[in-house]
Structure formats: C-alpha cells, structure tokens
C-alpha cells in the first residue's frame, strides 16, 4: 500500500514566480482590508484553489463524467 504524504508548508514566494508572489501579498492585503482579518498567503492559498477549482465549469464537467 502507498503511503500518504504528509502536507509540506512551502514558501509561496519561493514557489511562484515573481509576478505570482506579488499578486498573492496583494490578495492577502485586499482580503485583510476587506475581512478586517489579516491572513498569511499561505494559509489562503488552499482557498484560493479551491476557489478556482470549483467554478472552473469544464473540470467540473470532466469530474462528473468521471
């Protein structure tokens, strides 16, 4: 049986390119202004996502055919 890996904290500015990193400090800004709640990038980034993820209709149509 394969074993399941354990989650890794990864340093999003050391995994994203540049431009990525910038506009993720930007998210967690806007979402601290917006939610009074200040946030790390990284602690967003599975919400984010899952955001995508979720309203992405042609993945959403490949998973239900699935």
């Known amino acids: 049986m394969q074993r399941i890996m354990e989650p890794a904290m990864v340093d999003p500015f050391k995994a994203f390119p540049e431009p990525h ?17 200040r946030e790390e990038v990284a602690d967003l980034i599975p919400f984010i996502l899952e955001a995508f993820l979720d309203r992405d209709k042609a993945f959403k149509r490949i998973k239900s055919d699935a």
């Open 21 to 37: 990193a910038v506009r993720l400090r930007e998210y967690a800004n806007f979402y601290a202004e917006t939610y009074g709640n």
